[in-house]
C-alpha cells in the first residue's frame, strides 16, 4: 500500500525493494486521495508539529549529507572565500557570487 523507505545504505547495497528518498516518503504521506481517510492530515495542530518534525528531519539529513561529503562537493574549490574574510574583505559583492 505505501511505499517502502530504505535509507541510503540498503539502496546502495543493491536491495531489490523500491528505495525512496525520506522527503518523497513524507510528501507521499501528506498527499490527499479520494476515499481514502488519511489521518495525519485531520490532526489540526498536531500536523502541523508533525510536519514541522518532519522538516527539521529532511534538513538535517541534507545537512549530514553535506558534511560527510566535504570531498565529492570540491569544497576545495571554494577556499577563495574565505581568502576573502581573512584578507578583510566585508562587501559580499567584492568576493563574488559563487553558490555551492
Known sequence: KYP?????????EGNSRL???????YCYM?????????PILCGARLL?????DMYIKI????????RKNQTQIRVDLYKGV???ITSGETRASAVGTRIV
Request: charge should be positive.
Open 48 to 52: 502541523q508539529q508533525w510536519a514541522v
Open 30 to 38: 501528506l498527499q490527499t486521495r479520494p476515499a481514502i481517510f488519511n
Open 19 to 25: 528505495c525512496v528518498s525520506v522527503r518523497d516518503y
Open 4 to 12: 517502502h523507505f530504505r535509507g541510503t545504505q540498503s539502496c546502495a
Open 82 to 84: 574565505v581568502d576573502a
Open 59 to 66: 534538513e538535517s539529513c541534507r545537512l549530514r549529507w553535506y
